[in-house]
T-cell receptor, first 113, second 112 residues
Framework: NAGVMQNPRHLVRRRGQEARLRCSPMKGHSHVYWYRQLPEEGLKFMVYLQKENIIDESGMPKERFSAEFPKEGPSILRIQQVVRGDSAAYFC???????????FGSGTRLTVV | DAKTTQPPSMDCAEGRAANLPCNHSTISGNEYVYWYRQIHSQGPQYIIHGLKNNETNEMASLIITEDRKSSTLILPHATLRDTAVYYCIVRVTNFGNEKLTFGTGTRLTIIP
C-alpha cells in the first residue's frame, strides 16, 4: 500500500508564475490536509478537504492560494502569481477518518526565484 | 488547541532510553496528546497518542501524568536514526478540530 504521494518533489518557479502541487492520499483515505513549513519553522496548517469539499481553510492565505480535492484524482494546491515568500516545503497528509492519525507525504519544496 | 512547551534540544547516547518531556498545563479533558517526529525535512511521522492512560507501541511509550498537565515520550533504545525533531501536540478529536498545531518541537540528537 503506497503512502501519501506528493509531486513534484522539487518545484522552481519564477515570480509571477503559477505553482501546482499534487497530493495522492493513501488508498481508502478521503481526508486530506495541507501544511506549509517555512525554513527553520514548524508546520503550519493551511486547509482540510474531504472529497469535493473544503472543510476548514482557516490557514489559507486570502489571496492567490486555492485547494481542491476532486471526486477523481489527486488533491491540488494551487498558488497563483508566486512571490519569494511562498518558497517553502508544502506537506500533504491524509487520514482514514477525521480523528485518526495522519500519514504525511514527503513534501514538495517550492523555490521561487 | 492547548499550547505545549518542549525543550528546544536534547542529546541522548545511542542505545540508551531517550525521554522527551512536554508540558501542556492548559489541556482540556477532551484533548489528546499526540507525538510526531520529522527526520531531516521529511514529512512528519506519527509516533503515538493518548488521552490519559499510558500507551505503548512498537516505536515508543507515552507516559501521561495523572493530572494530564505533562507527558513524556520514551524511545527505549535510541538509535542514530531516531535523530529528528519531535513534536508534542494536544488536540481535540471532534468535528471542526481536525488540524494539528505544531510548535517548534525538540531537536533530539543521538550521539554514537
Amino acid at each position: 500500500n503506497a503512502g501519501v504521494m506528493q509531486n513534484p518533489r522539487h518545484l522552481v518557479r519564477r515570480r509571477g508564475q503559477e505553482a501546482r502541487l499534487r497530493c495522492s492520499p493513501m488508498k481508502g483515505h478521503s481526508h486530506v490536509y495541507w501544511y506549509r513549513q517555512l525554513p527553520e519553522e514548524g508546520l503550519k496548517f493551511m486547509v482540510y478537504l474531504q472529497k469535493e469539499n473544503i472543510i476548514d481553510e482557516s490557514g489559507m492565505p486570502k489571496e492567490r492560494f486555492s485547494a481542491e480535492f476532486p471526486k477523481e484524482g489527486p488533491s491540488i494546491l494551487r498558488i497563483q502569481q508566486v512571490v519569494r515568500g511562498d518558497s517553502a516545503a508544502y506537506f500533504c497528509a491524509s487520514s482514514l477518518s477525521r480523528t485518526g492519525g495522519y500519514t504525511f507525504g514527503s513534501g514538495t519544496r517550492l523555490t521561487v526565484v | 488547541d492547548a499550547k505545549t512547551t518542549q525543550p528546544p534540544s536534547m542529546d541522548c547516547a545511542e542505545g540508551r532510553a531517550a525521554n522527551l518531556p512536554c508540558n501542556h498545563s492548559t489541556i482540556s479533558g477532551n484533548e489528546y496528546v499526540y507525538w510526531y517526529r520529522q527526520i531531516h525535512s521529511q514529512g512528519p511521522q506519527y509516533i503515538i497518542h493518548g488521552l490519559k492512560n499510558n500507551e505503548t507501541n512498537e516505536m515508543a511509550s507515552l507516559i501521561i501524568t495523572e493530572d494530564r498537565k505533562s507527558s513524556t515520550l520514551i524511545l527505549p533504545h535510541a538509535t542514530l536514526r531516531d535523530t529528528a525533531v519531535y513534536y508534542c501536540i494536544v488536540r481535540v478529536t471532534n468535528f471542526g478540530n481536525e488540524k494539528l498545531t505544531f510548535g517548534t518541537g525538540t531537536r533530539l540528537t543521538i550521539i554514537p
